[in-house]
């Protein structure tokens, strides 16, 4: 390990400035005036892939934006494992609030200031240039064979990305797969997420008359859909924060006490809770704490409500249809399928014969989990605990990497979630940074991961 830790140290200065090559790349993937960009991002990733040693890199071309595949299989009898990342950014808007370029890649104090810096480019370089390091400490090889997948849509969906997966299963097999767009705690305090939460996306609308009505006229008379629409929305909880749903729990994975003991390493009380959220008070299932229900318990949520009259002034008009846009996240076992036709169902069910209701499925997404006791896992730990000097928590995320479940359903693998960036790195927003050295412990923790990997029995 000493070996490949002195090779990262001795070209810590020449791995910035690569990556602030990278960066400099102004790759958004969701404005089409960006696609030479785009395509420039994945011709250098593919560059710096071959740099590292990869002896297959080809960049296949999509419907959408391109996907950067290589790969090093040197080690027979070893385990194989792929990396997934993506070279894509969010666009800058609003520009006025940089303190710099946004793609001028400035290295200000500890932190190295860019759209991209930690979501995703600092965190997939890492990872690339932790291989390079190895390729060097042990001449020329890798004690486990490698696989890297870079993708160009994940901003925009990802559209693309499954459709390929399932398509070029042969190339891509694996033993373990690790992703890395994520974040820890601290500088000095890593964590490991194990969990990922799953998702459905609809849209309920409530339909009464054929048209709007003029309310002194036939107020009174017709079940007002919107009155309609918010009495159904009610009716999806109960009380205590619970859903309503018929059978929405019947596959919930309970928590066991070493989960939540797990989770309650992880510092989070009402305090941080108020001051992140800027609400008066905590609300939800009040058996499980704020950090239990966050990430290890489902939920749906009304996102946005539209119809009538929200114009300026008044307009006494009685409105034909409302609508309402619904999602829930889901925890490993629901299928966002089974969710979307249990919801379906409740939904007639307690509609009132005075308006009718419809329910569309706008997406879906799985939920994924990797056991905090597995063997992938406590490689996971291990190699953080060499990175960054410290034993990391365990802790649950509450939103959805789409990619993790497709992953772990295509190959039946762990799917290892070890990130590098930090909570207040400004991700889609202004002044978006990295921390120089979440960047080096990365590159040491992804090192020190692919070598205990090379010994870990994953089965």
Known sequence: MSDVFSVIDQ??????????EFLRIPSISTLPEHQGDIQRAAEWAADKLRAAGMTDVQVFPTPGHPIVYGAWNGAPGAPTVLIYGHYDVQPVDPVSE?????????????????????????????NIKAVAALMQAHGGKLPVNVKFLIEGEEEIGGANLDPFILSHLDLLR???????????????????????????????????????LHSGQYGGSVHNPLQALCEIVAALHH?????????????????????????????FDEADWKAQTGAPAPWGEPEYTLRERIGARPTLEVNGIVGGFTGHGSKTVLPAKGMAKISCRLVPDQDPHEIENLIRAY?????????????????????AMVPIDSPAMQAAVR?????????????????????????????????????????????????????????????????????????????
Request: charged content about 20%; proline content about 6%.
């Open 383 to 459: 190699a953080y605990e060499r990175g960054f000097g410290r034993k990391p928590v365990f802790t649950r995320e509450g939103g959805s990497i789409p990619v993790v479940a497709t992953l772990s359903r295509a190959f039946d693998i762990p799917v290892l979630l070890v990130g590098y960036g930090l909570p207040d790195d400004g991700l889609h927003g202004p002044n978006e940074h990295f921390h120089v050295q979440c960047f080096y412990r990365g590159i040491k923790t992804a090192a020190a991961l692919l070598e205990d990997l090379a010994t870990t029995r994953l089965k």
């Open 174 to 212: 694996c033993d373990v797969a690790i992703v890395s767009d994520t974040a820890i705690l601290s500088l000095d305090q890593p964590a490991v997420i194990y969990g990922l939460r799953g998702l459905v996306y609809l849209e309920l609308e409530v339909r009464g008359p054929d048209h709007d």
């Open 239 to 267: 009380p205590d924060g619970s859903v309503a749903v018929e059978g929405f729990y019947d596959t919930v994975r309970p928590l066991d006490a070493a989960e939540r003991q797990a989770m309650a390493q992880v510092p």
């Open 98 to 126: 940089w303190r710099s370029d946004p793609f001028s890649a400035e290295v200000s104090g500890d932190y190295i200031l860019a759209r991209g810096s930690s979501d995703d480019k600092g965190q997939v370089f890492a």
């Open 11 to 20: 070209q810590a200065g020449l791995f910035l400035a690569e990556l602030q």
């Open 347 to 367: 939904v007639a069910k307690i509609t009132p014969p005075t308006v009718t209701s419809e329910v569309r499925a706008l997406s879906h997404g799985h939920g």
